[in-house]
Every structure is written in C-alpha cells, then in structure tokens.
C-alpha cells in the first residue's frame, strides 16, 4: 500500500485507508477529507505516513524537485554522490537516506528561490 509522508498532505486530499497509530487507536477513517485539523493532529499523533486517494510519494517528490531551476537537481545529486562515496547506495537504508537528503535539499533551494522572487 503506497503512502506518503504526514509534512506532505495537504488539505482536499482524502484517506484511502485507515489512519491507525501504532498503539492500534483510530485516528481518522478512510474517505476522510483532510482539512488543517487533521493534519495537525496525525502530526501531534507522531503519524509517519498516511495511504492518500491517487498520490504517492514518488509524485509529491518528483513535483517538488520539478519546481527547482534547471541544473538545481544536477548540482543536489553532485554534491551527495560525493558524500555517499564510500556507501552502497543499493542497499534500503542507504537509498532511503540519500532519498530524504535529496528532498531537503530540494525543500531548501525551492525556498531559497522563492525568497529570491519574493525581494
């Protein structure tokens, strides 16, 4: 079941599935459309990810890295392909890390170039 991470939603987005906490308490239910509230509240509930109606991770990604510069995401992938030199970037942990480091930077510079617009 594909899922995307809580600081992603976004309200009008709808549940797919169940919100559960670890603790096997309901939070929310599927068909639920998500309003300010219940983000806020998955986020106090220490929720991770939630199953949302036609998105996954890979498209919340793949806009964000669409709104950087050309050449922006070239220069994110140069500058950690030498910080994960020596590590084996097949394996899941280390994929994954690379994955949320990607994102960050991305997350940085999109905002980097908002302020830029914004003077």
């Not at 809580?6 to 599927?30: I, K, W, Y």
């Not at 690379?98 to 940085?108: D, I, M, P």
Request: with cysteine; net charge negative.
């Amino acid at each position: 079941m594909p899922t995307i991470s809580v600081s992603d939603l976004q309200p009008g987005m709808v549940l797919r599935a169940d919100a559960v906490h670890h603790n096997g308490r309901l939070l929310l239910r599927a068909g639920v459309t998500l309003e300010d509230k219940h983000i806020k509240m998955l986020k106090t509930w220490g929720l991770v990810s939630a199953d949302i109606e036609g998105v996954t991770q890979e498209q919340v990604e793949s806009e964000l890295l669409n709104e950087l510069p050309p050449g922006a995401v070239d220069d994110i992938h140069d500058e950690l392909v030498s910080l994960f030199r020596h590590a084996d970037r097949s394996h899941p942990m280390i994929a994954e890390l690379y994955r949320l480091l990607v994102r960050r930077h991305a997350t940085e510079k999109t905002r980097d170039c908002s302020s830029e617009v914004d003077r």
